[in-house]
């Protein structure tokens, strides 16, 4: 079956600590995308990738990082400069020679301690 | 910068109501989408919306491309209590950078069986 994958469900880390939060895709898509949430509030774009090797900031990219070394994965690091690092983190992906919508990941909510 | 406005923000109803949900922007959009993000999940695709004036169906629901195409509807017939979950909008970017979209704050939807 074709999909994201996202893992693990719930991850916790100590402050202080970078954690990088996995997600791969078996969609063939070209670009992929990380969002953040938080309790009440809507998605905030993290990073986002057209294409392999590339990749560009979102609306909130301080204290995370990325790479897309393979067009299926697009792994989410959160270091430690993140102030506030708990939330529910989201991958997407899309079909950049197709339609517009994203498909979305089973998300990763991340609690620091 | 465009922003996707939803309201109500959140909904308390009875199973078996019917419910109306609105997005609106200042700036235009070509395509309008619907998503639903059950408690814990990433959001699914639900309605996709090409042309402005456009009206489509997926079961129960029915979502609108406003004339203005500024503005969107979905509305959800005879609910039941699965039907809970935050409801967002969302488009396109008016550079379509890469299929970047843009999501709407959210209406959540609760259901009393």
């Known amino acids: 079956d074709g999909g994201i994958t996202q893992s693990p469900k719930y991850l916790f880390r100590k402050e202080g600590q970078n954690v990088t939060l996995s997600c791969e895709q078996n969609l063939n898509h070209d670009a992929m995308y990380w969002y953040r949430q938080d309790p009440g509030q809507g998605l905030r774009l993290i990073y986002y990738s057209q294409i392999v090797n590339d990749f560009q900031k979102g609306d909130i990219a301080e204290g995370y990082s990325v790479s897309r070394e393979k067009k299926e994965s697009f792994p989410l690091t959160v270091t430690s400069a993140q102030k506030n690092p708990t939330a529910f983190y989201l991958c997407?992906?899309?079909?950049?020679?197709?339609?517009?919508?994203?498909?979305f990941g089973p998300g990763t909510r991340l609690t620091v301690l | 910068g465009q922003q996707l406005n939803q309201s109500p923000q959140s909904m308390f109803i009875q199973e078996g109501e019917d419910v109306s949900m609105n997005c609106t922007s200042s700036?235009?959009?070509?395509?309008w989408l619907w998503y639903k993000q059950d408690p814990g999940e990433g959001p699914v695709l639900l309605i996709a919306?090409?042309?402005?004036?456009e009206l489509t169906s997926n079961g129960r629901l029915t979502a609108q491309f406003g004339i203005t195409r500024k503005d969107s509807f979905l509305n959800i017939s005879a609910s039941i209590p699965s039907d809970v979950g935050i409801y967002f909008c969302?488009?396109?970017?008016?550079?379509?950078?890469?299929?970047?979209?843009?999501f709407g704050q959210g209406t959540e939807l609760s259901v009393k069986p």
């Open positions: 969302a488009g396109p970017t008016i550079y379509n950078q890469g299929g970047k979209l843009i």
């Open positions: 919306l090409y042309k402005a004036g």
């Open positions: 700036s235009i959009f070509n395509t």
């Open positions: 997407a992906s899309s079909n950049s020679g197709g339609p517009l919508f994203q498909f």
